[in-house]
């Protein structure tokens, strides 16, 4: 199950949310696919950051 960052950044929009190009303290949720890489790492340091799967991602947009 593969989203593509754009169909994931329209979602994000049309439920109200805003994008952002870098993580930081200002970042709420972050939606890791397979290949997550130093954003991630950064994330983890940052305790308010949600990290969320690609399939938690769409539950909470769908509920």
Same mark, same amino acid.
């Given at each position: 199950?593969?989203?593509?960052?754009? $169909? %994931?950044?329209?979602?994000? +929009?049309?439920?109200?949310?805003?994008?952002?190009?870098?993580?930081? #303290?200002?970042?709420?949720?972050?939606?890791?696919?397979? $290949? %997550?890489?130093?954003?991630? +790492?950064?994330?983890?340091?940052?305790?308010?950051?949600?990290?969320? #799967?690609?399939?938690?991602?769409?539950?909470?947009?769908?509920?």
């Amino acid at each position: 199950n593969k989203l593509k960052r754009s $169909d %994931a950044e329209e979602m994000v +929009e049309q439920h109200g949310g805003k994008i952002l190009s870098g993580v930081s #303290s200002k970042l709420n949720y972050l939606v890791v696919g397979e $290949d %997550a890489g130093s954003k991630l +790492e950064k994330a983890k340091k940052i305790p308010a950051i949600h990290i969320l #799967s690609e399939d938690e991602f769409i539950k909470m947009i769908n509920s």
